[in-house]
Every structure is written in C-alpha cells, then in structure tokens.
Nanobody
Framework: VQLVESGGGSVQAGGSLRLSCAATGYIYSRYCMGWFRQTTGNEREAVASIDIDGRMAYADFVNGRFHILKDSGDNAMHLEMNNLKPEDSGQYFC??????????????????????WGQGTQVTVTS
C-alpha cells in the first residue's frame, strides 16, 4: 500500500488549500484514515480523521476551519483547509491504519503499529 499526497503549497493567511491523498493497493474498508502534520519543533500530531462509518474527528486547533472527506471508493481522501494561519505551516501527512477510530482521532501509534504513512506535502502560510 502506498499513500500519495498532493495539494500542498504556499498561501497567504486567511486563504484555503485542499490536500488530497490517493491510496494505491488495497485499503481495507475497515481502515481509519486521517491527516497528521509536523510543524517546526513539534512532534507529528493528528489533524483530522475519518472512520469506516464516515464519522469525523478534528484536533482542537482546527476550530471548524478544516473538513475531511473520503471519496466513495474509500481509496482517496481529502482535507479542505480554510482560514489558514501561519501556525498551520508544516508538513502534512496522510495516514491509514487497521484501527477502529469510532469517531475519534486516529492515534499516531496505531499508524506505527498497523498502518501506512504518505511521504508528506508541505503547507506554507505566510502572514
């Protein structure tokens, strides 16, 4: 399985970006998928997740600005980011894991133990 992100780039504060993640290989329908990010000086953290039933979860810092969605075929996922702030700048990673999120954020350890990471895409928000 490979996860390939696209859609990163540079945008001014207040702008929007749409990240996409395409999965090659077979992603079991039971997989939880999500987006993580790593900002300068910080550990990789969960941004948003979507489980097998389509339930979404967001980190507190999202505060209603982002929206995660999956294509109907379950092998593609997107993150729509609005009202971006400079502190949102960083490397964004797509992830999938054989884990039941049950409407919660996908844990980083679950991806490490039973999942896959994309290579990351850079998001830069300028003030």
């Amino acid at each position: 399985v490979q996860l390939v992100e696209s859609g990163g780039g540079s945008v001014q504060a207040g702008g929007s970006l749409r990240l996409s993640c395409a999965a090659t290989g077979y992603i079991y329908s039971r997989y939880c998928m999500g987006w993580f990010r790593q900002t300068t000086g910080n550990e990789r953290e969960a941004v948003a997740s979507i489980d097998i039933d389509g339930r979404m979860a967001y980190a507190d810092f999202v505060n209603g600005r982002f929206h995660i969605l999956k294509d109907s075929g379950d092998n593609a996922m997107h993150l729509e980011m609005n009202n971006l702030k400079p502190e949102d700048s960083g490397q964004y990673f797509c992830a999938a894991a054989d884990f039941y999120c049950r409407g919660d954020l996908l844990p980083r350890d679950a991806v490490r133990d039973s999942g896959y990471w994309g290579q990351g895409t850079q998001v830069t928000v300028t003030s």
